[in-house]
């Protein structure tokens, strides 16, 4: 794992100096977003690797804290109802109790806690206020809220209590690496050789050599971080390439459907150069839950 660290730090090192490069050498172009999102992924590096380095207990109230401003911004974007001020409490307050199954190890109720008793205790809550004005789509933007922000994102503070052994921060950074790397990879091939579009009308930007070139990239990196980072076998490495390659790219235009019909072009702003956070976590909550559950029937 710490190999991989150190190559995440050489990589940031490497966009620090070639930002630093363009700017003295070709003064007129303009790197002010490149630069602000060099300077982000310093940032959620840094966050990121310490949460990991630490004890699990630091790790899991990190996750859970990042799913807390996830919900806190969809919420933020997604009109709610000034009747349901109350149930908003009581859907927070499903965070920390889904993480605090985690904390216990108990998968039985961390796999059902907000799919079913969430699904069926906020509507009852609901019907309490007596408002029926907008009671189904106010019903469902909360349960959607909080099985993107919250259950899917708690697979990923899951796979650090799967092993006996202590590798679960491997896990994990395996899964956010080729996460992050695949949506990078199909950016810089649709944009070098991106002419179909495969969603006009949810992701303009989003094309067909974008999608394949980034989950072979994602299959190769699969591959070789698999051998460093994982128990997984080479044909298991291969399948999680998959599963991360094409799972990350139906959450990204998942969202951005999300965003489109909200008729918002980012989030939120909290992340420099990245939009907010939802924003960033796109692609992990479809390959989160995915990987999650591909590891555990085959592994633990």
Do not use: C
């Not at 490069?21 to 840094?46: F, G, K, N, Q």
């Not at 080479?234 to 990350?248: C, M, Q, S, T």
């Not at 790219?249 to 918002?264: C, H, Q, T, Y």
Request: positive net charge.
């Amino acid at each position: 794992m710490q190999a991989v660290l150190s190559g995440i730090l050489g990589l940031l090192i490497v966009a620090t100096v070639t930002i630093s490069v363009l700017r003295r050498h070709w003064p007129r172009r303009d790197v002010t977003e490149l630069a602000a999102r060099v300077r982000s992924w310093w940032i959620m590096a840094a966050v990121f690797t310490v949460a990991l380095v630490l004890n699990r207990a630091v790790s899991l109230v990190f996750f859970a804290f990042v799913s807390f401003l996830a919900f806190k911004e969809f919420l933020s974007v997604v009109p709610t109802r000034r009747a349901d001020r109350r149930v908003l409490f009581w859907a927070y307050l499903a965070i920390p109790v889904q993480y605090l199954w985690i904390g216990y190890e108990w998968y039985g109720m961390f796999i059902v806690w907000i799919p079913v008793y969430a699904f069926l205790l906020l509507p009852l809550r609901m019907v309490l206020v007596g408002e029926t004005r907008g009671f189904l789509r106010a019903a469902g933007v909360l349960h959607w809220g909080l099985m993107t922000t919250v259950f899917s994102i708690s697979h990923v503070a899951f796979l650090l209590v799967l092993p006996g052994d202590g590798s679960g921060a491997a896990l994990v950074l395996y899964l956010v690496v080729l996460t992050q790397l695949n949506d990078v990879a199909q950016y810089v091939w649709g944009r070098l050789f991106g002419k179909r579009r495969v969603v006009p009308s949810v992701s303009p930007n989003k094309t067909v050599a974008g999608f394949v070139g980034g989950v072979l990239s994602t299959l190769a990196l699969a591959w070789v971080l698999g051998a460093v980072l994982t128990p997984l076998s080479p044909a298991h490495r291969l399948a999680a390439g998959l599963i991360i390659g094409v799972g990350g790219f139906v959450g990204d235009v998942v969202i951005s459907a999300m965003k489109r019909d909200l008729e918002i072009k980012d989030s939120g702003s909290s992340i420099p150069g990245h939009g907010g956070v939802l924003d960033r976590l796109d692609s992990l909550t479809y390959t989160a839950p995915l990987f999650f559950h591909f590891v555990r029937y085959f592994y633990f």
